[in-house]
């Protein structure tokens, strides 16, 4: 009587999840995001469809839950972790492939802190200007604070992901430090504020002759990109654009008050100092060959250049020099900022996948110089 030999549940599950079935059904919920959040793009822009399709563990395919990009990307990171190093024989003929699969892995984890743990933003400094904060590209807030004070300003914020929040239907925001309610409503993450005519629908309440206007996320032009809101504080009703200068003042209290929609600002953890800025053009034409900048920064006033190709690495953070400008302040330099974790995990996952195959086909070269030299042997 033969005996039937039954499969570990262990090893099963193990086997499930790393197979290539299941890493072929996790392609396809990614493109089905994918494509989702294409169709969306020209409503929501960049920002809008990370919020709203890869952030999230539970996406929503209109009123269908769907698995979210967070939940996608972590099952076939754990699809690739077994499939690719725990499936396969732990053996020195495997060493290569298991450490190429670990320089994936390093790659993958690199993308998942990059999309959770980093921001991205822009930095202008004029000649002898010390900053220490830079504007996230595609996130706002909306900030509240007393008017009459003239230092130690304390702001009250509301967060990017709440604004957005009220795209669909407003929410009311209260703080026990504010005598008032704020009420935020039709939140646009590209819009104009503009008066209304006839000619075309407004996406808002008509405020004092004003109207919100939808435009195409896909616009590069910048005054087409700006998010916008309205926002109501008792009886009184303002439009709110990000690229709005000055901020909207009211009464309350017996104070005035003021609320301001600006681009993100996130703390760098040293100042900076810009020392000089130079423009070089290819000689004959108006072409830059070169950006350049002479910085100070850190408490030790370490003074350093940043260029085009040079930028400053310190302290987590990435500074690149992006451009430069003359107005009637001065001379100016552009930095793009980027606070990523893993900025050079790359770097070393290419290392590390480099090595793997390497070593892989050293490995069977070998084993084959080895195979055909004893098969001369026995022909001999």
Same mark, same amino acid.
Not at 32 to 51: H, N, P, R
Not at 189 to 218: C, F, N, T, Y
Not at 349 to 371: D, P
């Given at each position: #009587?033969?005996?039937?030999?039954?499969?570990?549940?262990?090893?099963? $599950?193990?086997?499930?999840?790393?197979?290539?079935?299941? $890493? =072929?059904? &996790?392609? #396809? &919920?990614?493109?089905?995001?994918?494509?989702?959040?294409?169709?969306?793009?020209?409503? &929501?822009?960049?920002?809008?469809?990370?919020?709203?399709?890869?952030?999230?563990?539970?996406?929503?395919?209109?009123?269908?839950?769907?698995?979210?990009?967070?939940?996608?990307?972590?099952?076939?990171?754990?699809?690739?972790?077994?499939?690719?190093?725990?499936?396969?024989?732990?053996?020195?003929?495997? $060493?290569?492939?298991?450490?190429?699969?670990?320089?994936?892995?390093?790659?993958?984890?690199?993308?998942?802190?990059?999309?959770?743990?980093? @921001?991205?933003? #822009?930095?202008?400094?004029?000649?002898? !200007?010390?900053?220490?904060?830079?504007? *996230?590209?595609?996130?706002?807030?909306?900030?509240?604070?007393?008017?009459?004070?003239?230092? @130690?300003?304390? !702001?009250?914020?509301?967060?990017?992901?709440?604004?957005?929040? =009220?795209?669909?239907?407003?929410?009311?925001?209260?703080?026990?430090?504010?005598?008032?309610?704020?009420? +935020?409503?039709?939140?646009?993450?590209?819009?104009?504020?503009?008066?209304?005519?006839? #000619?075309? !629908?407004? @996406?808002?309440?008509?405020?004092?002759?004003?109207?919100?206007?939808?435009? *195409?996320?896909?616009?590069?032009?910048?005054?087409?990109? +700006?998010?916008?809101?309205?926002?109501?504080?008792? *009886?009184?009703?303002?439009?709110?654009?990000?690229?709005?200068?000055?901020?909207?003042?009211?009464?309350?209290?017996?104070?005035?008050?003021?609320?301001?929609?600006?681009?993100?600002?996130?703390?760098?953890?040293?100042?900076?100092?810009? +020392?000089?800025?130079?423009?070089?053009?290819?000689?004959?034409?108006?072409?830059?060959?070169?950006?350049?900048?002479?910085?100070?920064?850190?408490?030790?006033? %370490?003074?350093?250049?940043?260029?085009?190709?040079?930028? &400053?690495?310190?302290?987590?953070?990435?500074?690149?020099?992006?451009?430069?400008?003359?107005?009637?302040?001065?001379?100016?330099?552009?930095?793009? +900022?980027? %606070?990523?974790?893993? @900025?050079?995990?790359?770097?070393?996952? =290419?290392?590390?996948?480099?090595?793997?195959?390497?070593?892989?086909?050293?490995?069977?070269?070998?084993?084959?110089?080895?195979?055909? $030299? %004893?098969?001369?042997?026995?022909?001999?």
């Amino acid at each position: #009587m033969k005996s039937k030999k039954t499969e570990k549940p262990l090893a099963g $599950a193990l086997g499930a999840v790393g197979s290539l079935g299941t $890493a =072929c059904v &996790l392609l #396809m &919920l990614l493109f089905v995001l994918v494509f989702a959040a294409t169709l969306k793009y020209k409503d &929501l822009g960049e920002a809008g469809v990370k919020q709203e399709f890869f952030i999230p563990w539970i996406a929503h395919l209109g009123a269908l839950p769907f698995p979210g990009g967070r939940t996608v990307f972590s099952l076939l990171a754990l699809n690739l972790l077994v499939g690719g190093l725990i499936r396969i024989p732990w053996a020195w003929r495997t $060493a290569g492939v298991l450490i190429a699969h670990l320089g994936v892995v390093v790659l993958a984890l690199a993308g998942v802190v990059n999309f959770t743990r980093s @921001d991205y933003g #822009m930095a202008t400094l004029y000649e002898g !200007e010390t900053i220490n904060n830079y504007r *996230d590209y595609t996130q706002v807030e909306l900030s509240v604070w007393d008017a009459s004070q003239t230092t @130690d300003v304390t !702001e009250y914020t509301i967060g990017d992901a709440d604004l957005r929040s =009220c795209s669909r239907q407003g929410r009311v925001f209260s703080s026990p430090e504010l005598p008032f309610d704020v009420e +935020v409503s039709g939140f646009l993450p590209h819009a104009q504020i503009l008066p209304k005519g006839p #000619m075309w !629908e407004a @996406d808002s309440p008509v405020v004092d002759g004003w109207a919100l206007k939808r435009e *195409d996320a896909g616009n590069t032009d910048p005054k087409y990109r +700006v998010p916008a809101l309205v926002v109501r504080v008792g *009886d009184q009703t303002a439009l709110l654009g990000a690229g709005d200068y000055m901020a909207w003042t009211f009464e309350a209290d017996g104070k005035l008050w003021a609320l301001h929609l600006h681009h993100t600002r996130h703390r760098l953890p040293f100042k900076l100092t810009l +020392v000089d800025t130079v423009r070089e053009n290819y000689p004959g034409t108006n072409t830059p060959k070169v950006y350049r900048s002479d910085v100070i920064y850190g408490p030790e006033q %370490r003074k350093v250049t940043i260029s085009m190709n040079r930028p &400053l690495r310190t302290e987590g953070h990435v500074l690149y020099q992006s451009n430069w400008g003359r107005d009637r302040r001065g001379e100016y330099s552009g930095f793009s +900022v980027a %606070r990523n974790p893993s @900025d050079q995990w790359p770097k070393w996952s =290419c290392w590390i996948i480099g090595a793997g195959l390497i070593l892989t086909f050293f490995s069977r070269l070998v084993r084959y110089t080895v195979i055909q $030299a %004893r098969l001369r042997e026995k022909e001999a």
